[in-house]
């Protein structure tokens, strides 16, 4: 099971946001490049990406440290981005740049035929985001519940052809509240495609709880805040994964 680090970009900045409020967010670095080169030195195998001015605003916002991460370590490690993605030409100019996946969050649930076609344009590179609070999935930056059952949403998309689904309990990212290990089994066993975890990873007993759970389809987990903020020893946490599930 993959530990993979987070990015999140607000202002150029990487940040963490509390429970996706971008005016409770926290400075975590000035230069998003040498986080990223820390996580890959510390023997990270995926970094995640998120554009939040993006992601608020609905267009691409942080380019410029978006380049300078893939300059530092793309080819070294696969890079999936999000935040933002709402057409075909930004897929593809993103993909174009050195980013190896993309990440459609807010415009699957809007626009699934945009979704459909970027499965279909660009196979094995599209990721679909579904961010839930109690199986309710929200977008446009948590900004606004749909109505629409995160298991039944994400079993459509599957059928469109995305690649995998990173599933995010709102109601714990960014609160060190531990992992919602039962959603995320739940909707892992639903699927044919694998799942990545996020939201609420504390600690190395996050780690432990869902690697013992792994075998489901659980591809990873996206941890930010807890290895920013110290409650989360990354390359320990890299080391008990490799050593639990290879």
Not at 50 to 57: E, I, P, R, T
Not at 176 to 193: F, Q, R, W, Y
Not at 200 to 215: E, P, R
Request: hydrophobic share 40%.
């Amino acid at each position: 099971m993959l530990i993979i680090p987070a990015i999140d970009l607000k202002d150029g900045k990487c940040v963490q946001l509390q429970q996706g409020l971008m005016d409770k967010s926290t400075i975590f670095s000035e230069n998003p490049s040498e986080m990223a080169r820390k996580w890959v030195d510390e023997g990270a195998k995926r970094l995640h990406l998120v554009d939040l001015n993006g992601a608020f605003s609905g267009r691409p916002v942080n380019e410029t440290a978006i380049k300078s991460i893939v300059s530092e370590v793309g080819g070294e490690i696969p890079i999936q981005l999000g935040g933002g993605i709402r057409n075909i030409d930004t897929v593809e100019s993103f993909l174009n740049s050195g980013v190896d996946s993309v990440i459609i969050g807010t415009a699957a649930v809007t626009n699934p035929g945009f979704l459909h076609e970027a499965c279909f344009a660009f196979p094995g590179q599209i990721i679909v985001g579904l961010d839930a609070k109690d199986g309710d999935v929200a977008i446009n930056g948590w900004e606004k519940m749909t109505g629409h059952n995160v298991i039944e949403l994400a079993q459509k998309f599957e059928d469109y052809g995305v690649e995998s689904v990173i599933y995010t309990d709102i109601g714990r990212d960014g609160m060190l509240a531990g992992v919602n290990v039962d959603a995320t089994v739940k909707l892992s066993e639903a699927l044919k495609i694998p799942v990545i975890a996020s939201g609420g990873v504390s600690n190395l007993n996050d780690i432990k709880l869902l690697c013992d759970v792994a075998n489901v389809g659980i591809r990873g987990v996206i941890t930010g805040t807890a290895i920013y903020k110290g409650t989360l020893n990354f390359k320990e946490a890299n080391d008990l994964a490799e050593k639990l599930t290879g």
